[in-house]
């Protein structure tokens, strides 16, 4: 069993099959809505491959023991809703009459959701329609019993993905921004700093002076001024939705100055270091350039005489002058 | 002091301490081009603490880019009036100065003009002096000694930017600027390796010279001689006064400043849009942040191989040409580049682009003082990468603005293969032009200009490759 990415249409096309619309009703609380999601039989895990399945393959796929094809897929719950779940089972050899299946949420089975699915022209329907509220979320699979492939739907609020996990790193006297983004509008951000278990909301009226808060819809920015020790520490900013608060946190240390000098002391002591050796190193050869140059000159000297004798007088003079110097 | 310079002043070392010359420009490499190169990892941190976009953080690093490139005759006018070893130290600490004051930076402007304008010009009063002093120390090894100093860039660049990553982590971005200002400082012993030396033909000796870089030489005279020794012994100068510009005049020089336009146009555009493309056509991020560290790593083979290939006995005569291979073969992978879709075929174009890059800088300031000669090489390398700063600038935008104009990184690719393609013709043209000029000036010369090697003991045949400057010398033996 395989999940394929929606509006792909699977073998012969039935109406539940070709709608893959995520209908959604955000107005109100206890409205219902029916979301349908279509998962058809495809070649690979790939679910991007449209299913012209090859029966062969797929059976292979699901075959070996305690293995079996687990597709995830996430569904970002902003409201509160009814969901219908579907699991299409195609492709089964022997396509046998009739299969079981069953959901679990959370890896337990659910109760009561156990059922018999006739066969409908090769195809298996596995369906549900679940009330989710801010205490339903979580994974629910569909099972069933013959084989070992399950589909998993990870119902969640939205996650902010781009975490960072180094501490963001600051200075006494310096200001900070903290970042949060993610994919969905919430209702409204809220910043709290984390003082051991507890934690404290930050309001911006109540100290403007430290705290700035920008929201920008998708995103929102804090930023801490006047930086002091005190206030390193965790901060944690939560999207507010109608089920729940998704939540982020930062890590903020505050270091004084002198940390980032210590290391930049000793880079310039060892440059001073490295140029006194060198400056010293060329004085201290000079002495011995005078010796062993008198050789080179001399040899030169001969060379020279044979090559230009008109000059070779005046150029031994001025070389002998500058040895005196 | 004078013995010193005699020592030093008979034939260029060629070894010696021409090595720490060479490990000096390479830790002066290192620090001025990777270190602007790492520049670009603090553009995140700046945009959220300044609270602005990309556009506004990417002008430090053309400004700084600018500003090293633009001010690079002005650190070889300081080598050549004070000298190379007082400009490198001082373009040390004003590089520093700049990169400590910008760790206390208040705003984005301030940036600008410490980071951006400051450190770059201490960039610039380093980079062409110590590049000046290799190629005074070496003469046989010249490109391989090039090659080593150049391959600075590459692996200062690999090995620096995790380093800056951590020390953005660990002390975030001030921090991170203060301890990089400590590691820039240390150009300051760059500088003082840079010995000065004063090369035989200085000194207007009568002793066979070394005129393979086929500048002029004054004639031995009588009263020529002890005055102008003694005048280079007081000033202790490594090159010739600054009113000998008249290079620039050369017809060999102009045609090779105008393919170095051509060049500096096209060559910066892959770099800058080789990831953007590999993103666009389907590769992941891995794996195109992978394709440009095999461009980096290859860079430095390339530096280091190409250099050594070109000091060949065999292929030394024809440098030039090589260059010319260089660059045009670096055009011809430009070319190829909207034919290759996969990673798989980029990654071939990745080695071969980034050797061809790293073998032609490499042989930039060795092409450059085959042309102007060793007395000129300072001021010409000033002029070099003085005539590299407006087009590194302008062709990326441009490129950007292709790019968004026509939907596809296509003509981007085409424009800089051309300006590689182009460059390397420009040369090649007028190498065929002299080559025919000369074969028929050879038929009517009854005499043919023997050519003395770097060590003085051997003749060897060389393809004048300037005939302006040079002076034919009675064969000695």
Known sequence: MAAVRRGCPCGPASPQSSSTTLQADMAKYMAKTVLLLLFCQGIHADTT?????????????????????????????LTPQYIELLCNLTDIPNNPPYMTGYWTKDGKEIENSEETINRNNAQYILKKTFSIQARDLGNYSCVFRENDARVTFVLQVPVMKDKRD???????????????????????????????TEKELINVTADPLKYKILLNGNETKLTVLNLTEAQSGKYICSAEFDIKASESQVELKVLSYTEPLKPFVAIVAEVLLLVTLICLWEKCSKPKHSSSTADDVYSEQTSKLTHDESNGVENNTTRQRKLEH | MAQEKKKGGVLPPDGGWGWMIVAGCFVVTVCTRAVTRCISIFFVEFQMHFAKDYSGTAWIHSLVDCTTM????????????????????????????????????????????????????GFALCYTPAIAMVGIYFCERKALAYGIAMSGSGIGTFILAPVVQLLIEHYSWRGALLILGGFVLNLCVCGALLRPIILKEEEACPLPVDSECGYSVKPPTLNGGPTRSAASDAKQRCFQSMQEYHFLLMPDFLVLAGSFLLLASGCSLPFVYLVPYALDVGVGHQHA??????????????????????????????????????????????????????FVWLVPFSVLYGYFDGAYVALIPVVTSDVVGRQYLSSALGVVYFLHAVPYLVSPPI????????????????????????????????????????????????????LVSCEGKQVDYYPPKNKDLMLIIPATS
Not at chain 2, 307 to 329: E, H, P, Q, S
Not at chain 2, 429 to 441: D, E, G, M, P, T
Request: a positive charge; one cysteine or more; aromatic letters at 10%.
């Open chain 1, 49 to 77: 491959t449209s299913p012209e399945s090859d029966p062969v393959v797929t059976t292979r796929k699901a075959a070996p023991k305690g293995q079996g094809q687990v597709i995830i897929e996430e569904l970002a719950i």
């Open chain 1, 166 to 196: 180094k501490p963001v790193v600051s200075y006494i006297g310096d200001s900070v921004v903290l970042v949060c983004k993610l994919k969905h509008m919430p209702n409204t951000w809220n910043w709290y700093k984390a003082n051991n």
């Open chain 2, 70 to 121: 633009l001010c690079a005759p002005l650190g070889s006018l300081i080598g050549n009036q004070l000298s190379c070893r007082i400009a490198v130290i001082l373009g040390g600490f004003l590089a520093s100065v700049g990169l400590v004051l910008s760790s206390f930076a208040t705003s984005l402007e301030y940036l600008y003009a410490t980071l951006g304008l400051l450190t770059g010009l």
């Open chain 2, 289 to 342: 942040a992978f394709l440009m560290s095999i461009l980096g790593v290859i860079d430095i083979v390339g530096n280091i191989t190409f250099g050594w290939l070109t000091d060949r006995r065999c292929l030394k005569k024809y440098r030039n040409i090589c260059y010319m291979f260089a660059v045009g073969m670096e055009g011809l992978c430009c070319l190829f580049i909207p034919l290759l879709r996969t």
């Open chain 2, 399 to 450: 490129g950007g603005w292709l790019v968004d104009t026509t939907g596809t990184y296509t003509a981007t690719f085409f424009l800089s293969g051309f300006a590689l393609i182009s460059s390397s013709l420009l040369l090649f043209s007028v190498a065929i032009i002299r080559y025919c000029q000369r074969n028929q000036k050879k038929n009517s010369l009854s005499k043919i200009p023997k």
